[in-house]
């Protein structure tokens, strides 16, 4: 085939009049129309001058002209960059530069601010709007409704989704062709996906979960997606009667459990919820099953391998467990410090290897040998055991992260931030349980002596720095921190500490 990608998810579907996306006003684009609009897209792209292998990096609302553009993407052979459409400008120019896009495409809205950054980069700005006007889809408007497809391996580039590490750099995590179409088979597989089903789509399209999940299990099995912009309780629950299947992180099911209008019968259409991104609590779980008659079914992923386990369609799929190794994935369990293999029921390092995981780091070949082994393994970072029946559970992560609603937060990235700030000695990020989120973020401030800073003034320095996801939603002013023999600070005591923080907010509570 020329282009695996772009033939196998859409050039199938050439000429189909049927749905593809069915749109939060009832209104429907069918296969036919989303391919032309891809194609008028792929011209403006090649005509701008981007070759094969260019990357371009997207900061969009959710729209279907913006999964338009990843469609364009793959057809004209170029490196889709989705960004999350929280990040700053400050937070968005390094991507642009170290990805070195050739072209970022962003909201109308916010030209002023990523013009300057588009330039000193040397990449060209196109805009694309919520409602799918901008200067891409105008220039899109004079262009041919086809376009020749370039040629690909299964091994070229297909997309770079940049994730933060340990240290606050983020790494642009580089994912093959390969790596999506082999990952979205075997999910469509397992998870039985036919032309038949038609996806509620409540997530972004700027991570592995909304864009490469979601979206191309349902263009590989040839079914519909009713593509809401985002998660919204009322459109979720409007719209539940008409899907088949529901892909979410474990907040959406948790609000939708506490609104009292979603019942066994609202969700009797949908043959199957699925659930990923960051643990879904066993309590969730069960409540869900007695709500609905549904056992949501749990996965496991990263953006570095796309997914990597799943409970079974068929059989018992268990609570406060990530199921079974996918078909074509190797996972073992290792001791964190030797990588020597643990016998089954040890709890170690999860590491995964399988034509899912990607090709390395962008320009960091050291990142990438600490973390993907010369034998293919990659080491997670996350910490799991595998059962007496072979169920895979994550017990926790050896990296300092928090995923608040699906979102990872490093909080090396705000510490460094904090800490710059007058009148702070030192500071600890942690994540602690939140009813709404899963965990959310707490700074820990100690001052520098005999200085006394504002929590708000804290609070007001992150703001124009860091995306609004990332914002801690207390920071306290504390003494010391507490830290171990070898003088590191131990957060493990400080969650346990401040565990109760946001326990006593109701459930569904929105926080500050
Ligand atoms: C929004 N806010 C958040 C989050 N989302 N704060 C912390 N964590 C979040 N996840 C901010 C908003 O900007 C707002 O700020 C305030 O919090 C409350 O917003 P709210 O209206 O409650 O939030 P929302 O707009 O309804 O969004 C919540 C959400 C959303 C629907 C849970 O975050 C979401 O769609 N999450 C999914 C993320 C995802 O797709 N993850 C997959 C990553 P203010 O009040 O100041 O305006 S892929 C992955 O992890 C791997 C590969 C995998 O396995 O899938
Ligand atoms: P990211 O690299 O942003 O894609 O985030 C991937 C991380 O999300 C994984 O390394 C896990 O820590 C976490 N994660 C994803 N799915 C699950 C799950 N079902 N249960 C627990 N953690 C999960």
């Given amino acids: 085939m020329a282009n695996p990608l772009y033939d196998r998810l859409f050039g199938a579907h050439a000429g189909r009049q049927d749905p593809f996306l069915i749109l939060a006003d009832g209104s429907t684009i069918s296969y036919a129309a989303f391919l032309a609009m891809a194609a008028r897209i ?31 993407a793959a057809q004209a052979g170029i490196v889709i960059l989705p960004l999350n459409t929280a990040y700053t400008p400050g937070e968005l120019a390094y991507f642009v530069e170290n ?29 694309l709007a919520a409602d799918g006007s901008g200067t891409l889809t105008d220039k899109a408007g004079d262009m041919a409704d086809d376009f020749p497809t370039v040629e690909r391996a299964t091994d ?102 506490d609104d009292p209008r979603f019942t066994r019968d609202l969700a009797s259409h949908v ?5 990923g991104s960051a643990p879904l609590l066993a309590e969730t779980h069960l409540r ?58 040890e709890t170690g390092m999860i590491e995964v290897r399988g034509p899912n995981v990607f090709k390395g780091y962008w320009q960091m070949p050291e990142k990438t040998a600490a973390e993907l082994r010369q034998d293919g393994f990659f080491i997670t970072g996350d910490l799991g055991r595998i059962d007496e029946d072979g169920y895979v559970q994550i017990v926790g992560r050896q990296k300092d992260l928090i995923i608040s609603g699906g979102y990872n937060i490093y909080p090396k990235e705000i510490e460094l931030l904090l800490d710059e700030q007058p009148g702070v000695m030192e500071s600890a990020v942690i994540g602690v349980p939140h009813p709404d989120f899963g965990e959310t973020v707490v700074a820990l401030v100690v001052p520098e002596p005999g200085a006394a800073p504002d929590t708000e003034a804290l609070a007001a320095a992150l703001k124009g720095s860091l995306a609004r996801f990332k914002h801690p939603r207390a920071i306290r002013i504390v003494e010391t921190l507490p830290r171990n023999t070898m003088g590191k600070v131990q957060k493990n005591l400080l969650r346990e500490e401040w565990s109760g923080l946001f326990n006593s907010a109701s459930a569904g509570e929105r926080m500050p």
């Fill in 288 to 345: 869900f099953e007695e709500r609905t008659g549904h056992r949501i079914l749990e996965r496991y992923g990263m953006t570095e391998t796309n997914m990597n386990t799943s409970n079974p369609y068929d059989g018992e799929r268990r609570a406060g467990t990530v199921g079974f190794p996918l078909p074509g994935v190797d996972l073992k369990i290792t001791d964190p410090d030797t990588g020597a293999e643990l016998p089954q029921g």
């Fill in 99 to 127: 990805s070195g896009a050739a072209m970022l495409v962003c909201d109308p809205d916010r030209t002023e601010a990523i013009a300057p950054i588009a330039a000193q980069c040397g990449a060209r700005l196109e805009t």
């Fill in 156 to 257: 070229d580039l297909a997309a770079f989704l940049y994730t933060s590490g340990t240290t606050g750099r983020s790494k642009g995590a580089m994912l093959t062709q390969e790596n999506l179409l082999s990952n979205a088979e075997t999910l469509a597989e397992c998870w039985r996906f036919t032309e038949e089903d038609v996806l509620l789509h409540a997530l972004p399209i700027f991570h592995t979960h909304g864009l490469f999940v979601a979206t191309n299990v349902t263009l590989l099995s040839g079914g519909a997606m009713i593509f809401l912009p985002k998660f919204d309780a009322d459109a979720v629950i409007g719209a539940l009667p008409r899907a088949t299947a529901m892909m979410g992180v474990p907040t959406f099911y948790t609000r939708l459990l």
């Fill in 42 to 72: 792929a011209h403006v792209l090649t005509r701008a001058g981007l070759s094969p292998g260019d990357r371009l990096a997207a900061q969009v609302e959710k729209s279907p002209q913006a999964l338009a553009l990843v469609a364009a």
């Fill in 271 to 275: 043959r199957l919820f699925v659930s």
